[in-house]
């Protein structure tokens, strides 16, 4: 189990330092499509799936980002209904041997545990359009995204979790909201 783990955080590495950067997907710019599994096992497509709703992601790029993550969604879930915020684990990389435990580790998580969240939690082993959200910033650092319901990204923001920021976030969905 430590030989996979230390496999992960050593390919999560070389990944993120040869990675061919993505253009970045700026405010008030189409959300591009992406994809990923939910941990209900539910195939979701955003915006598609989302339709007419606006929504947020909370993704985290790298396994040192998970505490910040979970702090990000414990955040934004007091004030985004549940099936409008989306916990997103871009997980590229990883080797093929590795990723059921990597689901196994993400579905012990306190915030999924309970059936209510489990298509709120979205895992992806590609980071296909999920990069165009990221800014630069550290691996640690989780990107917050809101996006309206025509699929206009209202809202970014990269960086570790910060209460003033997530205010900014939750406003910039209520303001999605009543667009």
Not at 30 to 38: E, I, L, Q, Y
Not at 69 to 84: A, D, F, T
Not at 128 to 147: E, H, L, M, N, Y
Request: with cysteine.
């Amino acid at each position: 189990m430590l030989n996979e783990v230390r496999t992960f955080v050593a390919a999560m590495t070389v990944l993120l330092a040869t990675a061919v950067m993505q253009p970045v997907a700026a405010a008030d710019s189409t959300m591009p499509h992406v994809s990923a599994d939910s941990q209900g096992g539910k195939h979701v497509t955003l915006p598609d799936d989302e339709r007419g709703q606006p929504f947020v992601l909370a993704i985290g790029y790298d396994r040192s980002a998970a505490s910040d993550l979970q702090r990000w969604s414990h955040k934004l879930n007091e004030n985004v209904p549940s099936g409008q915020l989306f916990g997103v684990v871009v997980a590229a990389g990883v080797p093929f041997f590795v990723k059921g435990t990597v689901r196994k580790a993400i579905a012990k998580s306190a915030p999924i545990t309970l059936p209510a969240h489990r298509d709120d939690v979205l895992i992806t082993f590609e980071d296909v359009g999920w990069r165009t959200f990221a800014t630069s910033g550290k691996a640690s650092d989780c990107a917050i995204v809101v996006v309206d319901g025509a699929g206009t990204i209202r809202y970014r923001h990269r960086g570790p979790y910060d209460a003033a920021i997530a205010a900014d976030a939750i406003a910039a969905f209520a303001a999605a909201k009543r667009s």
